[in-house]
């Protein structure tokens, strides 16, 4: 049986990620629905606006404390990557533009991208040589 | 309907990500590092195009997605100019997204003060 602390956090992080998803599919809507959006483009729309609201409020510094709260919640949706991006620009903001900045707005979603990519070309391979694309 | 897929599937999808970081060593940069290459991964047989028809905004939120669209654009530019292909357009569907996030958090970084 896991413990009660940690069925408490799963919880969490089930609620937080599914609402910021609902939020997600909302917002999908809206462009879509009431602006006349192509659908991919709404997509498009919608992370941006995700991505735009997280570093706001990471900027404002009240983002840190959800984020500790929702954990997993917020981290993984890509609120999480915003977050990492902006408050890892800010921490270093003070070593100045280049050395501060610069060299540390990756520093923690830069193995997103890494891995990511990596990884697509690695199975896009596969793919391309299993179905032609 | 897509409402409730969305929140099963974005609620899912964290709470796996919170059942390892409460049960591991892994940090939150591995998970999500983990869960782009799982995104990836399940683009080889089509299974993420599926799960997004499914579950709309709820498949595409979770930073599961941005390894299936890196995926997309690669095997996009790579039917017209084969293996090559793949590296032109890797980032085509996710471009606006990671250069908004770069724009986006430069400028608050300079128009904020860090907490510290």
């Given at each position: 049986?896991?413990?009660?602390?940690?069925m408490y956090?799963?919880?969490?992080?089930?609620?937080?990620?599914?609402?910021?998803?609902?939020?997600?599919?909302?917002?999908?809507?809206?462009?879509?629905?009431?602006?006349?959006?192509?659908?991919?483009?709404?997509?498009?729309y919608?992370?941006?606006?995700?991505?735009?609201?997280a570093s706001?409020?990471?900027?404002?510094?009240?983002?840190?404390?959800?984020?500790?709260?929702?954990?997993?919640?917020?981290?993984?949706?890509i609120?999480?990557?915003?977050?990492?991006?902006?408050?890892a620009?800010?921490?270093?903001?003070?070593?100045?533009?280049?050395?501060?900045?610069?060299?540390?707005?990756?520093?923690?979603?830069g193995?997103v991208?890494?891995?990511?990519?990596?990884?697509?070309?690695?199975?896009?391979?596969?793919?391309?040589?299993?179905?032609?694309? | 309907?897509?409402?409730?897929?969305?929140?099963?599937?974005?609620?899912?999808v964290?709470?796996?990500?919170?059942?390892?970081l409460?049960?591991t060593?892994?940090?939150?940069?591995?998970?999500?590092?983990?869960?782009v290459?799982?995104?990836?991964?399940?683009?080889?047989?089509?299974?993420?195009?599926?799960?997004?028809e499914?579950?709309?905004?709820g498949?595409?939120?979770?930073?599961?997605?941005?390894?299936?669209?890196?995926?997309?654009?690669?095997?996009?530019?790579?039917?017209?100019?084969s293996?090559?292909?793949?590296?032109m357009?890797?980032?085509?569907?996710?471009?606006?997204?990671?250069?908004?996030?770069?724009?986006i958090?430069?400028?608050?970084?300079?128009?904020f003060?860090?907490?510290?």
């Amino acid at each position: 049986m896991p413990k009660p602390g940690k069925m408490y956090n799963a919880m969490k992080a089930f609620i937080v990620g599914g609402s910021v998803g609902v939020i997600g599919q909302l917002l999908i809507d809206v462009f879509t629905k009431w602006l006349d959006i192509p659908e991919k483009e709404a997509n498009t729309y919608m992370i941006i606006v995700l991505v735009f609201f997280a570093s706001l409020f990471t900027a404002m510094g009240f983002f840190d404390n959800f984020v500790s709260w929702a954990r997993a919640g917020l981290i993984v949706p890509i609120t999480g990557f915003a977050h990492a991006m902006t408050s890892a620009s800010l921490e270093y903001k003070r070593e100045g533009l280049i050395t501060g900045i610069g060299s540390n707005i990756f520093k923690i979603s830069g193995s997103v991208i890494l891995y990511g990519v990596v990884a697509a070309y690695v199975f896009g391979i596969i793919r391309y040589l299993l179905f032609g694309g | 309907m897509i409402y409730v897929y969305s929140f099963l599937f974005a609620g899912f999808v964290c709470l796996i990500g919170q059942i390892i970081l409460d049960n591991t060593k892994l940090t939150p940069g591995h998970v999500t590092s983990i869960f782009v290459v799982v995104g990836a991964a399940l683009d080889v047989f089509s299974i993420y195009d599926k799960i997004v028809e499914w579950a709309g905004g709820g498949a595409l939120v979770p930073i599961t997605s941005f390894g299936h669209l890196l995926m997309h654009g690669a095997l996009e530019k790579a039917h017209e100019h084969s293996i090559l292909g793949l590296s032109m357009g890797m980032f085509d569907l996710t471009a606006t997204g990671i250069i908004s996030a770069i724009v986006i958090a430069f400028f608050l970084t300079l128009i904020f003060k860090p907490k510290h």
